[in-house]
């Protein structure tokens, strides 16, 4: 629809109304016909392979032609085995437990009130997020599975990608017994569309933005409807006075490297001052090896040639890329006080062997993820055993950390008599 004269507040509300409806029906779904729409998602995604993978192409070559980087091309980029990970994360979503209906809590009051607590869906849940056709389908199914209704808005680059990808779900949905607006994609990349979300309030239960500064300084200023952020990681790996310098030089090293786009990675290393000329010869070597470009204090700079002054605005970078900041610091208090002024309450991670620093550490900074002895590239929804995930959840209300289809549900009390009437 985009470049077409269109009434976006009318195509926004047409949608929120789709899902407000889609969200009451998911919501007394039973497992076996979720686990069923999902499956059957699966399946329609296989078959329609072809069809997303010219998607893709297009939205590829088009991305070639604005000149974006490898890493982000990287991230567009679908081919048949990436496909098939996508079916297959779907069916591995509809296998997880179920997430609705436990009784989290059962009491009896003296009056004989039966009160449970019960889990349920959150509704409505909007979702913006990068040029990442997966995060399409994986956000879509995690929805699926725990009730909600979701609405997409995936990166302008991966548009057609995900419209494909969203009407082989939908069609899937609706051979499963499901609604096809449990999962809708805005169509336009008009970033209008984006505001008219925000302040949807009478459709939308929960906002969850992924992605960068611009996104995250629109929700704050504009968002109506309650915000789980999935926002930027500065994260810090912090090797300690007792760090075993062979753990210490796998987990920065991985940290850092191993993917350097994604929210997880290291962006700042913070070394004690008693190991730092014992400890970071040998790790700049891997990392500069590994083609990373380093950046560091004056003491750092000391120990390396090779190692770039790092300033002031190195400490509040999120890089996304093979550029590491080091600094000094003069214990475990000086590193959670750096973390504190400068992470961003992702994920960080301690490298010790004295335990008792160690819970130290994990008690006291307040980030969704915190490690000891493993590296950052662990926060992951995936690696957490949650099949899949939305994203990290980088606020502190309803949800921290990795955010999969448990993360997606609330509560509600159901209270059973037999014609009470309050003193
Ligand atoms: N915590 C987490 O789980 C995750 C966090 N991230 C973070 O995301 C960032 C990288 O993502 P990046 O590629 O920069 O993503 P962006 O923030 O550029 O884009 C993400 C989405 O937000 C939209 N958007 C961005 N700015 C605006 C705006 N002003 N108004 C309306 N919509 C907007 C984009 O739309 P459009 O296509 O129009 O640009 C896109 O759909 C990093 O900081 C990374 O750490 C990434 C993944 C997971
Ligand atoms: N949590 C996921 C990565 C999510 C992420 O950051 O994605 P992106 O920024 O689009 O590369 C993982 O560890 O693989």
């Not at 014992?278 to 090896?289: H, K, M, R």
């Not at 380093?294 to 000391?302: C, E, L, N």
């Amino acid at each position: 629809m985009d470049g077409q004269t269109v009434d976006l507040t009318a195509v926004m509300r047409d949608i929120g109304q789709r899902a407000r409806a889609a969200s009451a029906q998911l919501a007394v779904t039973t497992p076996e016909q979720r686990v069923a729409g999902l499956r059957a998602a699966a399946v329609a995604l296989r078959a329609d392979a072809v069809l997303i993978l010219d998607a893709n192409a297009r939205d590829m070559a088009a991305g070639q032609a604005k000149g974006l980087t490898p890493a982000l091309l990287d991230r567009l980029r679908l081919d048949e085995g990436r496909l098939e990970a996508i079916a297959k994360g779907l069916e591995d979503v509809a296998d997880l437990p179920d997430p609705l209906g436990a009784v989290m809590a059962d009491w009896t009051r003296p009056n004989g009130l039966r009160i449970q607590r019960v889990r349920v869906p959150l509704g409505v849940i909007g979702i913006i997020y990068e040029s990442r056709p997966n995060v399409t389908a994986d956000a879509g199914g995690l929805c699926v599975k725990s009730g909600n209704a979701a609405i997409l808005r995936g990166g302008s680059e991966s548009l057609h990608s995900s419209s494909t990808i969203v009407d082989a779900m939908r069609r899937g949905l609706v051979e499963g017994g499901l609604p096809a607006d449990a999962v809708q994609l805005v169509p336009t990349t008009n970033r209008a569309a984006v505001g008219i979300l925000l302040t949807m309030t009478d459709f939308v239960d929960v906002i969850i933005p992924r992605g960068g500064k611009s996104l995250t300084a629109r929700v704050a200023a504009e968002s109506r409807v309650p915000v789980i952020k999935h926002l930027d990681g500065i994260c810090h790996v912090y090797l300690d006075r007792a760090a075993d310098p062979a753990k210490g030089r796998a987990i920065a090293l991985n940290a850092k490297m191993r993917r350097t786009g994604i929210c997880g990675a290291m962006e700042t290393l913070l070394v004690h001052r008693d190991v730092a000329a014992a400890q970071l010869p040998a790790l700049i070597e891997d990392l500069v090896a590994a083609g990373c470009e380093v950046r560091g204090d004056a003491t750092v700079q000391s120990l390396d040639g090779r190692v770039l002054p790092a300033d002031d605005a190195d400490w509040d970078t999120e890089y996304l890329d093979a550029i590491l900041s080091v600094k000094v610091v003069d214990g475990v208090d000086d590193a959670i006080a750096h973390i504190e002024r400068h992470g961003s309450h992702h994920t960080d991670s301690i490298v010790t062997e004295d335990a008792a620093t160690a819970e130290y550490f994990l008690a006291r900074v307040d980030s969704g993820i915190v490690l000891w002895n493993a590296s950052t590239q662990f926060a992951d929804g995936g690696e957490f055993g949650f099949g899949a995930e939305i994203g990290i959840s980088t606020g502190k209300l309803h949800a921290r950390g990795p955010v999969g289809a448990e993360q997606l549900t609330s509560y509600k009390y159901v209270v059973r008599g037999d014609g009470q009437t309050r003193p």
